[in-house]
């Protein structure tokens, strides 16, 4: 299964939001807005939420 996330947060609570050329993401936890999101399948989700942990700039 692929997880579709936000790249700041790791959250899955993301949005596609409507109305620009370009489709753009919203995530609903940390509000991020961007055209970029992450794609991952199981074992590199996972791997991301840990780093995210681990990473204190985050
Ligand atoms: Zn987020």
Redo the contacts with the bound molecule.
């Keep these: 299964m692929n997880h579709r996330v936000?790249p700041?947060?790791?959250?899955e609570?993301?949005d596609l939001e409507v109305g620009y050329i370009t489709g753009k993401y919203r995530?609903a936890?940390?509000?991020?807005v961007g055209s970029v999101i992450f794609e991952f399948d199981d074992k590199n989700y996972q791997r991301f939420l840990k780093q995210l942990k681990e990473d204190p700039s985050q």
């Design positions: 936000c700041q947060c790791g959250s609570n993301i995530c936890d940390c509000g991020y």
